[in-house]
């Protein structure tokens, strides 16, 4: 519930202060899911009834972004997270998020990451955190959004996933 992840927050925050980078990782994540699934597989949706003048609203809609698969995607992508470590920019000493296991199996660079189960740990509450308040928003996003998704929901700029004040602030925009 989000009473339970609010106390959670408040008495198990971790001191990393990663702003929108648990939320790229999880538009990675979905974006990746996505496109996964053959592009030129529909579903119908709609409703099936039929109208009074012998019609119906059905509309075939790609599998990929429909709701219902969105839905399911989310149900767990935060399991996903246990594949990112954390690396700090020795430019500017921000951290954020990496993906520290390849997808395909191939060998990935690693000296820049840090990896720590407490880490992960934050990450995937924050990944946990940022679905169940932000469901709806992210699901309407991924079924009518295909360009720039990353950026319209979690950059400071456009500020569309700000937390809630009894939320984990550090894991979301400010």
């Given at each position: 519930t989000k009473k339970s992840l609010?106390?959670?927050c408040l008495t198990?925050?971790?001191t990393l202060h990663l702003p929108s980078s648990a939320c790229r990782a999880l538009v990675d994540e979905m974006e990746w899911a996505?496109?996964?699934i053959d592009p030129k597989k529909m579903i119908q949706?709609?409703?099936f009834r039929i109208n009074p003048d012998g019609s119906q609203s059905i509309r075939e809609v790609p599998l990929a972004r429909s709701e219902g698969n969105l839905l399911e995607m989310m149900?767990?992508?935060c399991e996903r997270m246990g594949d990112y470590g954390e690396r700090t920019d020795p430019s500017t000493n921000r951290k954020s998020y990496?993906?520290?296991?390849s997808r395909s199996g191939e060998a990935m660079d690693l000296s820049d990451a840090s990896l720590d189960s407490r880490v992960t740990a934050s990450?995937?509450?924050a990944c946990e955190t940022i679905v169940e308040q932000h469901e709806d928003e992210i699901i309407e996003f991924f079924a009518h959004e295909t360009d720039n998704v990353k950026d319209?929901?979690?950059s400071k700029r456009t500020g569309r996933l700000r937390p809630n004040a009894s939320t984990c602030k550090h894991f979301f925009l400010f």
């Amino acid at each position: 519930t989000k009473k339970s992840l609010s106390n959670r927050c408040l008495t198990s925050a971790p001191t990393l202060h990663l702003p929108s980078s648990a939320c790229r990782a999880l538009v990675d994540e979905m974006e990746w899911a996505i496109s996964q699934i053959d592009p030129k597989k529909m579903i119908q949706t709609g409703s099936f009834r039929i109208n009074p003048d012998g019609s119906q609203s059905i509309r075939e809609v790609p599998l990929a972004r429909s709701e219902g698969n969105l839905l399911e995607m989310m149900e767990s992508i935060c399991e996903r997270m246990g594949d990112y470590g954390e690396r700090t920019d020795p430019s500017t000493n921000r951290k954020s998020y990496v993906r520290i296991k390849s997808r395909s199996g191939e060998a990935m660079d690693l000296s820049d990451a840090s990896l720590d189960s407490r880490v992960t740990a934050s990450l995937k509450f924050a990944c946990e955190t940022i679905v169940e308040q932000h469901e709806d928003e992210i699901i309407e996003f991924f079924a009518h959004e295909t360009d720039n998704v990353k950026d319209k929901l979690c950059s400071k700029r456009t500020g569309r996933l700000r937390p809630n004040a009894s939320t984990c602030k550090h894991f979301f925009l400010f």
